[in-house]
């Protein structure tokens, strides 16, 4: 496990829970124990879910649409957050 604190936008892959094996998008840091996060679909932007980073695994890619978007107006389409995963599962796809 590392002990880093996943960014706002970063992919996360979650370890634990109902949603266990599936991605989704950091949108906020609450503090360094726990993020919410969010994947556009069955967890939507407004229905963040706060998860203990011990549950989550960071993976190296962060959404430049989700940061700028957040940072611009304080929040993100639930388009965006499904794009940034899809987007993700499929650079993974190419590369394993």
Known sequence: ?????????QIVKI????????????????DNRYVYI???DKRKFDGA????????DPQPMISSEVVNSINEIGRVTNGKLRYAV?????ASEVQS
């Open 49 to 56: 879910k706060k998860k203990n980073l011990l549950h989550l």
């Open 15 to 30: 370890l634990r829970g109902r949603d266990a094996g599936q991605f989704a998008v950091v949108i906020a840091v609450e």
């Open 86 to 90: 899809q987007q993700f599962i499929n």
């Open 1 to 9: 496990m590392n002990e880093e604190i996943p960014q706002i936008g």
């Open 38 to 40: 969010a994947d556009g």
